[in-house]
Each structure stands twice: as C-alpha cells, then as structure tokens.
C-alpha cells in the first residue's frame, strides 16, 4: 500500500504561483508513474500532470502546459507541481495519483492505483 499526502495548496493572486508537494509512504513510489488531477466545483476531475518512473518523461494538460511543471524525487517519495501564472480557472481541489505502471500512460489513460486526499487551491482574480 502506498498512502500519499498532498500539501502546498492555498490561496494566491492570479498571476502567482505555487508549488505543491505529494508525500509517499508505505513504499517506494520509484516503479510508479505519478500524476497530479485536479477537480473544480461541479466539474469532473481532470488530469493536469504525468510523470514517469524516472521523471524523464512528461505529460501536460493544454490549459497547463508551459505554466506548470511536474518533477519528482525518488530519493525523497516525493512528487511537485510547480504552477506558475495562476488563472481564476486553476481554482481546484488537487490530487496526486500513482498509475498502475511505470510509464506516464497508466496515468494518462487513467488507470491509477493509489490517491491522496487532496489540497485545495484558490486563485482569485
């Protein structure tokens, strides 16, 4: 089993930034692609992120990509979405998942086998 804890959410101008974290325990997240979601209110989740077993490979949302950036360190069980220029529309609860996999699509095709609880980010205008 693998529990993972999201932190770094908050609440920040649009234009700001933030950097989430996701905290892995229980085992090794190293053979795991990893990915972050996102759900706003009264929309279904969304993927914004994937990242490889290795971190060499990436995957963004369009909506996201060359704002955010995802990154991890296997070392440390960690996983990070640096998000940049926030948008009012970034306002979301975010979840780190870990995909039934290594490669970055089990993350993207949603195949996921581990959650974290969430941390919400509210971007206001």
């Known amino acids: 089993q693998v529990q993972l804890v999201e932190s770094g959410g908050g609440l920040v101008q649009a234009g700001g930034s933030l950097r989430l974290s996701c905290a892995a325990s229980?085992?090794?997240?190293?053979?795991?692609?990893m990915g972050w979601f996102r759900q706003a209110p009264g929309k279904e989740r969304e993927i914004v992120a994937a990242?490889?077993?290795?971190?060499?490979?990436?995957s963004y949302a369009s909506s996201v990509k060359g704002r955010f950036t995802i990154s991890r360190d296997n070392g440390k069980n960690m996983v990070y979405l640096q998000m940049n220029s926030l948008l009012p529309e970034d306002t979301a609860i975010y979840y780190c998942?870990?995909?039934?996999?290594?490669?970055?699509?089990?993350?993207?095709?949603?195949?996921?086998?581990?959650w974290g609880q969430g941390t919400q980010v509210t971007v206001s205008s």
């Open positions: 998942a870990a995909g039934h996999g290594p490669q970055v699509s089990a993350v993207v095709g949603g195949s996921l086998d581990y």
């Open positions: 990242i490889n077993w290795m971190g060499a490979i990436t």
């Open positions: 229980g085992r090794t997240i190293s053979a795991y692609a």
